[in-house]
């Protein structure tokens, strides 16, 4: 009987240590800045808000992440802004240049016909902060290997 409860516990403990070890894989096990999402290994997104970017764009630097924003489409580029307002007023300093990805054709496509060519959306791809894109200085970041998960 006690050989049993040992083997039952033992179970237990590497069960849980098993747990452990997906959560390092995956990140930092922050669960406070990520809610990780995805079917495919290898395109795992942090799902955050804009605003957790905004506040942090450290830690999010050169990682895939999940964010709703408001894109706009104009001459080839597309930009989001984490708000309409931030949109109307065009805040350069709070967005991000969509770079390029299998749903960045996509997601021209469906902004095209939107009042304005503007839209919320939600996206995945791999922020990077501005330094990265002499291209873009005055914007925030960039937002590469675009996905467009939702309309």
């Given at each position: 009987m006690i050989r049993w409860a040992v083997?039952?516990?033992?179970?237990?403990?590497?069960?849980?240590?098993?747990?452990a070890d997906s959560e390092?894989?995956?990140?930092?096990?922050?669960?406070?800045?990520?809610?990780y999402v995805g079917n495919d290994p290898?395109?795992?997104h942090c799902a955050t808000t804009y605003i957790q970017v905004l506040a942090?764009?450290?830690f999010y630097d050169?990682?895939?992440?999940?964010?709703?924003?408001?894109?706009?489409?104009?001459e080839g580029m597309v930009v989001i802004f984490p708000n309409e307002d931030s949109m109307l007023?065009?805040?350069?300093?709070?967005?991000?240049?969509?770079?390029?990805?299998?749903?960045?054709?996509?997601?021209?496509?469906?902004?095209?016909?939107?009042?304005y060519g503007a839209?919320?959306?939600?996206?995945?791809?791999?922020?990077?902060?501005?330094?990265r894109d002499p291209d873009q200085?005055?914007?925030f970041g960039t937002l590469s290997d675009v996905e467009l998960m939702r309309r």
């Open positions: 083997i039952a516990f033992a179970f237990v403990l590497s069960a849980c240590s098993g747990q390092q894989i995956l990140g930092d096990g922050d669960e406070s800045k990520c809610a290898s395109r795992i942090d764009p450290n050169g990682r895939r992440i999940m964010i709703t924003a408001w894109a706009v489409s104009n007023t065009v805040e350069t300093h709070a967005s991000m240049r969509v770079k390029d990805g299998e749903g960045f054709g996509e997601l021209e496509q469906y902004l095209e016909p939107m009042k839209s919320r959306v939600m996206l995945g791809g791999i922020f990077h902060m501005r330094s200085p005055r914007r």
